[in-house]
């Protein structure tokens, strides 16, 4: 089961305000996001010809004032280094971390004599110490959330891995069963909202261009002002702000997949005018299963998935709009 957990160094009772933890774990999460992102290609190329890499992990010795990192290996820290962030491995600590100590899809190692100064972020993992490891600085915090451990590793180990779908009976009957839910959720949404999916259909018929824009420019906006409200603004603002982000964000994937959904069937029934017979359910199914089967392709399916998102905040973001345009009235407006 996953858990969280957050504790001072010293093992004392843990005190820290929500607004520091979520600045604190926010600035983290992306620098690992980063490095996973520039690391990723490179280091697994490096280590697609070799047999095992896995075997023996990265051992840092003497002192650097650098950051000490592994993907897809384990760390061992025997001098002094600024700090060490293992991907898709464990971070063992015999010397001294004078900054923060990361590990996705790996544990935290402190054996005994070692130190470290900064914080500590476990994610797929646990945080192990040996029994005369020292108190670490009573400022720091640990973060850890225990779960996937397995998953986090092989995903680290081989990011490749994520693009390239395994075609086994388990997905593919995961497969099936995300077409017949987004078809219910999509035949349930048009029922009760038949105008909102109508209006929707014909915003994105006509001006298909104006929203993949404004999705695009919104997406950035909130990629942009929920990191700098969690770090700039009052914690109370903060919240909110980032509650009112998640909220458009779900409602938008939720309508703006079922109005792509129905969008694509109609446009599939045009074009095979024999299926369906202009059916609402028939068109609902095609376009989910068209779009359902698309995002399960390797290597597409990132793609996908992100103008499927773009597109739906775009939706969301002109839904006042008004609908019956002509596109000589849209150039007027």
């Known amino acids: ?27 983290k999460a992306a620098l690992l996001v980063v490095c996973v992102l520039i690391l990723g290609g490179a280091v697994h190329a490096e280590q697609a010809g070799e047999a095992n890499p896995t075997d023996t992990p990265v051992i840092v010795e003497g002192v650097s004032d650098a950051t000490a990192y592994s993907l897809g290996r384990s760390l061992r820290i025997n001098g002094t280094v600024k700090g060490a962030i293992a991907l898709g491995g464990d971070v063992i600590v015999q010397g001294v971390v004078e900054g923060d100590v990361a590990a996705i899809g790996g544990s935290v190692i402190q054996l005994d004599g070692s130190r470290i100064d900064g914080d500590v972020i476990v994610v797929g993992g646990t945080d192990n110490r040996g029994n005369r490891a020292p108190g670490r600085n009573p400022s720091s915090t640990t973060v850890m959330y225990a779960g996937y451990e397995q998953e ?24 099936l069963l995300a077409i017949l839910f987004w078809f219910i959720v999509s035949l349930a949404l048009t029922a009760a909202t038949p105008g909102t999916i109508s209006r929707g259909i014909t915003r994105l018929q006509l001006t298909l261009g104006r929203v ?33 982000a998640l909220l458009l964000i779900l409602i938008a994937g939720l309508f ?10 109609r446009w599939l029934q045009r074009k095979f005018s024999k299926v369906g017979h202009n059916s ?40 006042r709009y008004r609908v019956g345009w002509s596109r000589g009235q849209e150039a007027k407006t």
Do not use: C, K
């Open 1 to 27: 089961m996953s858990i969280l957990t957050a504790s001072m160094a010293n093992e004392r009772v843990f005190i820290l305000s929500p607004r520091l933890l979520y600045r604190q774990v926010l600035l």
């Open 152 to 175: 986090l590793r092989n995903m680290m180990r081989d990011p490749s891995g994520l693009l390239r779908p395994n075609w086994s009976t388990s997905y593919i009957g995961l497969r």
């Open 212 to 244: 993949a824009i404004i999705g695009v420019i919104g997406a950035v906006v909130i990629g942009a002002v929920v990191p700098f409200s969690l770090r700039y603004l009052p914690f109370t603002l903060a919240v909110l702000v980032g509650l009112m």
């Open 256 to 265: 703006g997949r079922v109005i792509i959904y129905a969008a694509t069937g």
């Open 280 to 319: 609402e359910a028939v068109a609902l199914l095609l376009g989910t299963t068209f779009w359902i089967v698309l995002s399960s392709l390797p290597y597409v399916w990132p793609i996908v998935v992100a103008v499927v998102l773009v597109t739906s905040l775009g939706l969301a973001l002109t839904a």
